[in-house]
């Protein structure tokens, strides 16, 4: 009886384990997917130099008050994780959010290829301080 009982609570164990590494591990993978590491922040940041300097932002930001400037990687679902089309630099003003990407696998160039709801047409920012 004793043997029947330490099988039972054995192989409940064991399917707790099981089922708690999968479930770490399958958040731990999706989580990296739209994670940056270190070298996609480091692209990031060079993509939200060229943010700046281009004609597009420029424009935005003399008709919109700019909020926040968010980067962002998405390799879930995209046919090639390692292409530089994942990378996005949202730009986020008081109307919408406008969604920077590379124009060529070699990004020489940012452009304006989307745009999304922005967090800041109904709340007010987190910080409080004016920007301008």
Not at 94 to 104: A, G, L, N, R, V
Request: glycine content about 4%; hydrophobic content about 35%; charged content about 20%.
């Amino acid at each position: 009886m004793n043997k029947k009982r330490l099988l039972i609570i054995l192989t409940i164990l064991f399917s707790v384990s099981v089922v708690l590494n999968l479930y770490l591990g399958i958040t731990s993978y999706i989580k990296s997917t739209y994670t940056p590491n270190p070298d996609d922040q480091q692209i990031l940041g060079e993509m939200t130099k060229m943010v700046l300097e281009n004609e597009q932002y420029q424009e935005i930001a003399s008709n919109e008050k700019v909020y926040a400037i968010k980067q962002g990687v998405s390799r879930f679902n995209v046919s090639d994780p390692s292409s530089i089309f994942h990378y996005e630099v949202s730009v986020q003003t008081e109307k919408q959010s406008y969604i920077f990407t590379c124009t060529d696998e070699n990004c020489t160039n940012v452009s304006n290829e989307g745009w999304t709801y922005s967090r800041y047409s109904e709340e007010k920012p987190l910080l409080h301080v004016d920007i301008n």
